[in-house]
């Protein structure tokens, strides 16, 4: 996912996306917003099936 689109998820849940946040952080941040544990980027594998799967796994 292009950062533009997340910042304008962040923008939805009133996260500061603003410009020199960190990807990750922003993310993280959203998925607290949103009930979640903020665990982008932080697992090895990964059962839930979230929005941001694909980029958190991607990374490793």
Known sequence: MR???????????GVD????RAKRDIIRDIQVRE???????TKDTCENNCL???DCMSLK
């Open 35 to 41: 009930g979640y544990s903020p665990c982008f980027q």
């Open 52 to 54: 941001w799967k694909e």
């Open 3 to 13: 950062i533009q689109d997340v910042r304008e998820i962040a923008k939805t849940w």
């Open 17 to 20: 996306a603003r410009v020199g």
